[in-house]
Structures are given as C-alpha cells and as structure tokens.
C-alpha cells in the first residue's frame, strides 16, 4: 500500500504514532557520488580558515571583488524574475495545481506552515542585522544620498525592509515551487535540486556525473550560505552571556556557544520534521511575537508606527531604482592612460551581498519549504511564502530597526562606533540591553536567537541530507545520523568563519564574502531549475 493511500484513510493512534516515527528515523541509502566530494571540499576550505586566519581573510576579500565585479548585474536580475514567474503563475491555470493529489488535503496547517516556512528563511540573522543594518546605512546610502542626512535615516529605515521583504522571499518561492512540483507532480524518486532540472535535462543526466556534480555545488553554496547564518548569530548570543556572568567574550565563549547551538537543532533534527522542525518553530514563532511587542511598547512607539509608515513611502518610490541599480560609473579612471578600475559602492556591498545570500540559501530552502507545501496549490503556496515571509520580516526589522535609529538619532548611544568596535553580533546584544529590564528580557533575547538559527539549521541539515540520499520519495526523510552529520558539519563551517573573521568590521566583511562566494556557483544551479519548471508547466497543459 503506498505512503499516499495510508495518509488519506483514517489511522488508528498507534498506527499513527508508527508512522511518524518511522518518517522520523529516516531511510534511504547514501549516494558517496555527491557526499564524498562535497565533504572533502568543504573540510578543505574550512580547515585552512581555522589554521591560518590571515590567509583566510585574504582569500574571501578576493573572492568578495570578484563575484561582484563580474557578476553583480546578473544577480540584480533573479528577484525580477522571480516576480515575473509568481504573477505568470497567479493569473495562468497553472495556478490551480495542486503540489499532490488532486483531492489531497494540506500536509500541516495554515499556522505551522507559516511558522516553519518564517523560521526556515531568516534566522537569528534578522534580530542582528534589525540592529546593525541601518545603522551603517546612515553612513553608506544608497543614490547619491549624503549621508547623515534626514533623506539618509529615511532610507535606513526602509532599505532592511527591502533587502529582506518580498524580493528576497520571492526567490524562496520559486525555489520551493521547483521542488514541490518535482516531488509531488512529477513523482521523482528522490529529493535534490538536480531532480527539478528533469524534463530540461534527462534522467539519466540528473541520474549521472552531471547531476552528482550539481548537487557538490548545491552543498558547497548552501554551507557557506548557513554558516554564515550561524557566524552572524553566535557574537550575538555570546555578548548576552558574557555580560550575564561577567567572562570574556572570546573565541572559546563563541565556541561553546556554537557546541550548545549544534547540540540544540541536532536534536530537532532527530526527531524529524513533524516533531522537531514543527514544534521548535511554532515555540520561536509565539515567542517572537512577544519579544517584538515588549520592544515596541517600551520604545519609542510612535516613533516606530510613524518610521514604518514613512519606510513604506520610501521603499514603494524606490523599488525599482533600488533593484535595478549597480553605479556602472563608479569608477576610478586614470588620466593619462584612461584605464577605468570598477570601485565597489553600495550595490555590491549591500545588495548584490543579500542576493548572492538568498540565491546560496534558496535550494536548500526550496527543498525543505517544497517539503512542507504538500497539498496546497501552486498559487496557495507562492503567494503564501512570499506574502508572509516578507510581512514577517518587515514587521520584525521595522520593531528592533526603530529602536536602533531613535536611540542614534537622538544621541542616546553612538551605535555607529560601536559597530566599528565590537562588530555586528556584539552590537545588537548591547542595544537591547539597553531597553529596559534587560536583565528579564536578555533570556528573552537568546531563547529567540537560539531556536532562530535552530530551526533555520535544522531546515538546512535535513535538505543537504536530503540530496546526499540516493532516493527519497516526498514523505521519507534521509536517516537520523546522516541528518545529524551535517548538523555538526554547518557548526564547524561557521566556526571557521568567526576564527577567520576576528573582530569589528573585518567580521562584517568576511561573513559578506562568505555570501557572496556560496552564492555564485548556486545562480547557474537556480537557473536550471527555474527554466526546467517552466518547461515542465508548459509541457503539462
């Protein structure tokens, strides 16, 4: 009898608790084609990192000129027409497609998909950059803007909501619908990127060397991607504690906070998506909720509601300049030989950094928010990643973003020199500390960071699992220890970063570059899969 037919007749409590926990353990065999290289690779790149720190920062800052210089104005293009792919899809019969059988009813509720699919995209990042972000936008705007400027707070406030907002989640959306209707439409046999490729490039291509190489840059990119998540939200964690029991935040401190993290979603990642992914982000989520409305009613909440109104204004005039603008005549041009050397300017160290971040996390996104559309229709699940995702996100960086310009603006803390001092993560924790009854709330804080980046994580450790097993159908989940093995390969990835990018603004720019690097190889792998779905749909009328 197959997994579809015992979903849809009614179960005992017993059968129904068997069947999760055999979903939970896990099955499939290993595919060594794609596991073997992608570890030896990433243990190549991080160990090096560890070693020699200099060299390490060194080669990212390389790496960081590089892809933006080159490649910038391609990655400007992908939110565009990720846009352009949801409102084809919105107003065409493709719509109405069910991610399952026709008469299939959704495989989790409203309320714990929105939580997971929030919980799987953003992170502990969002508390930290809802700080930091618009800060150093107040010194680095956008357009030619001066800056200090009131034109330059006005844009702080309202570019995080645009990095994080819609743009980015549409990208999630269309990633997550590639796999969704690979696994649940078009019946592939297992759970990886290169299976959305199918119907562009045969089965016995995805089946071979060239889906086996895909899948290695698949892991390659999305390591680098999530361990960036993970190198932004241990400083963070680690101020909180250092300042509660009065050590020294260090790298050990970091350390142990990275060891306890690892622990943390590799236990989620035990229990399976049903009972660990679900459980922990429905906790984050009610969390959050209260978290963000201590800060609102406690700060300056007319400062904020009025910021967020403003921050719209802005963010609606300025989309398209914003997503389409690279500065091509930021140049440095040489007099007598009229040689032009490319300058980086707020585009590549901003925006193109977010897209080249969200296109490294969006396979590996795509295939965990793929997993848990089942049953919901083409519309119904596009709309609802990008909708809620960018709602969440905007009303969560607008809360914590607020508080950080007021107390600026006002004089109250020079968050700008902080920032230069103690970097991002160690930052943020200093602001919020500064609200009141910062001794209750700082649990408040870490708890929230802590099942954050768990969740996030857990989501990750389950996809790249996922595509280092030869076959999964869509309801089976790879087996526990190999779920857990990257858990604890994201944790020592990350590790490497933080030790490579020390402290103040050298970590900022080796967490950027960390980004950018995971993100180039993962755009050629997303374009593959974007024109095989819509092949695929064209092919299905």
């Keep these: 009898m197959s997994h579809e037919k015992q979903e849809q007749e009614p179960l005992t409590a017993q059968e129904r608790k068997a069947l999760e926990e055999q979903y939970a353990k896990g099955a499939g065999p290993v595919d060594w084609r794609i ?14 990192l560890c070693i020699d720190p200099t060299m390490g920062a060194t080669m990212v ?38 991610l399952g059988e026709p008469d299939e009813q959704p495989e989790f509720s409203y309320f714990a998909w929105i939580s997971m699919l929030f919980c799987c995209g953003v992170g502990s990042s969002i508390i930290v ?24 707070y006005q844009f702080a406030q ?6 994080w907002g819609l743009s980015a989640w549409a990208v999630y959306a269309i990633a997550a619908l590639g796999m969704a209707y690979a696994i649940f439409v078009r019946k592939t046999p297992s759970l990886r990127l290169s299976s959305a490729t199918e119907g562009l490039l045969s089965r016995k291509q995805t089946q071979g060397p060239a889906g086996a190489a895909l899948e290695v840059l698949v892991v390659i990119g999305s390591v680098g991607g999530f361990g960036t998540s ?15 029991f009065n050590v020294p935040n260090n790298l050990l401190l970091k350390g142990i906070v990275i060891l306890f993290w690892t622990l943390l979603f590799s236990l989620s990642v035990f229990k399976g998506v049903a009972k660990g992914m679900q459980v922990l982000s429905r906790i984050n989520v009610w969390l959050a909720f209260v978290v963000l409305a201590f800060i609102f009613l406690v700060g300056p909440t007319l400062f904020t509601l009025e910021a967020f109104t403003n921050s719209m204004g802005v963010l609606f005039n300025n989309f398209f300049s914003l997503s389409f603008s690279v500065e091509p005549f930021n140049m440095q041009v040489d007099g007598t030989t009229h040689e032009a050397v490319r300058q980086a300017g707020f585009p590549q160290w901003w925006t193109i950094f977010y897209w080249c971040w969200w296109v490294a996390l969006a396979p590996i996104s795509g295939i965990f928010l793929g997993r848990i559309s089942r049953g919901r229709t083409i ?28 107390q600026q603006y006002t004089g109250a803390m020079d968050i700008a020199a902080m920032l230069k001092q103690y970097g991002t993560g160690a930052t943020a924790a200093k602001v919020l500390m500064s609200l009141p009854l910062s001794g209750v709330m700082m649990w408040g804080y870490i708890f929230l960071a802590m099942i954050f980046l768990a969740t996030t994580l857990d989501a990750a450790a389950f996809s790249l699992a996922s595509i280092c097993t030869r076959t999964l159908k869509g309801n089976e989940q790879p087996p526990r220890w190999h779920r857990m093995l ?19 603004m050298q970590s900022l720019y080796t967490i950027q570059t960390s980004a950018v690097a995971a993100g180039l190889p993962l755009l050629f792998a997303l374009g593959l899969m974007v024109l095989a779905l819509i092949k695929n749909l064209n092919a299905s009328k």
Aim: aromatic share 18%; glycine share 12%; hydrophobic share 55%.
């Design 35 to 48: 596991f073997l290289p992608s570890f030896i690779i990433i243990l190549a790149v991080a160990i090096p």
């Design 61 to 98: 800052n390389k790496t960081q000129a590089f892809v933006t210089t080159y490649f910038g104005w391609a990655f400007m293009w992908v939110p565009i027409i990720c846009f352009i792919m949801i409102f084809w899809l919105t107003f065409s019969h493709h719509g109405d497609v069910k």
């Design 129 to 152: 950059w809802g700080v930091c972000e618009p800060i150093y936008y107040i010194d680095t705007p956008p357009l030619g803007i001066e800056p200090r400027s009131i034109e330059a």
């Design 158 to 163: 309202a570019l995080p909501i645009f990095h």
């Design 230 to 244: 993970l190198g932004l939200g241990v400083p963070f964690v680690a101020e909180f504690l250092a300042s509660t």
């Design 379 to 406: 519309r119904q699940t596009v709309w609802g990643i990008t909708f809620w995702g960018g709602f969440g996100c905007a009303v969560t960086l607008c809360v914590i973003g607020s508080y950080a310009l007021h």
């Design 486 to 504: 990257w858990a604890l390969a994201l944790g020592g990835f990350s590790m490497g970063i933080l030790i490579t990018g020390g402290e103040g």
